[in-house]
């Protein structure tokens, strides 16, 4: 069994408030439950434009979740280009 994690790091310019921010969150989170991933908030929560997530896969080969966490990373890409500041990628076997 392998467990990757993927951490994204996301500007967000046009937050304007902690709830603007959580809300494009959310939605965002809602457009990744395609893929068979768990999403969750887990830095930056008191900031308007930052945001933090850990977004996290369970396979049986380290090649098919890498595969999985790379599509993720390129939906969010894709959907709104330049947002993502930072990405690091993580196995546990």
Do not use: C, Y
């Amino acid at each position: 069994m392998v467990v990757g994690l993927l951490t994204v790091e996301l500007h967000v310019p046009g937050s304007r408030s902690l709830e603007g921010q959580a809300g494009s969150t959310a939605a965002r989170q809602d457009r990744l439950k395609k893929f068979n991933v768990a999403v969750s908030e887990v830095e930056h929560h008191d900031l308007w434009q930052r945001a933090g997530l850990a977004i996290v896969t369970v396979g049986t080969e380290q090649a098919h979740a890498d595969r999985e966490l790379a599509a993720v990373a390129d939906e969010i890409e894709r959907v709104e280009p330049g947002l993502i500041t930072r990405t690091e990628v993580e196995f546990l076997t």
